[in-house]
Nanobody, 128 residues
Framework: QLQLVESGGGLVQPGGSLTLSCTAS????????IAWFRQAPGKEREGISC????????YYTDSVKGRFTISINNAKNTVYLQMNSLRPEDTAIYYC?????????????????????WGQGTHVSVSS
């Protein structure tokens, strides 16, 4: 099974930027969809972005469109999430996950059910 490790979280001021990394091992990311989910205290897990390693197609939830950018480096087996203009409401634990098939998006929301491999999470805190 694909193993995923996130890194890059931390404390940043509102308006600041962070880049999260998700590095895969044991298998390559070929043909996987890799997504970033986040979960804030007391809130449900939310799928915020996804990229297909086969064709590079991307998905963003509305709240991060124009601020976050997902990208993939197949040579490094790594997916990145560049986060700009961070807001306090972006504070959460961020997880990357892998789906061996195309991602499922229902009513504009990325569904987590088919993501079979998950990282341990990295904490992002946006505060002044």
């Amino acid at each position: 099974q694909l193993q995923l490790v996130e890194s890059g979280g931390g404390l940043v001021q509102p308006g600041g930027s962070l880049t999260l990394s998700c590095t895969a091992s044991r298998f390559t990311l070929d043909y996987y969809a890799i997504a970033w989910f986040r979960q804030a205290p007391g809130k449900e897990r939310e799928g915020i972005s996804c990229i297909s390693s086969s064709d590079g197609s991307t998905y963003y939830t509305d709240s991060v469109k124009g601020r976050f950018t997902i990208s993939i480096n197949n040579a490094k087996n790594t997916v990145y999430l560049q986060m700009n203009s961070l807001r306090p409401e972006d504070t959460a634990i961020y997880y990357c996950a892998a789906d061996p098939g195309p991602p499922t998006i229902v009513n504009g929301r990325l569904k987590a059910a088919n993501f079979v491999s998950w990282g341990q999470g990295t904490h992002v805190s946006v505060s002044s």
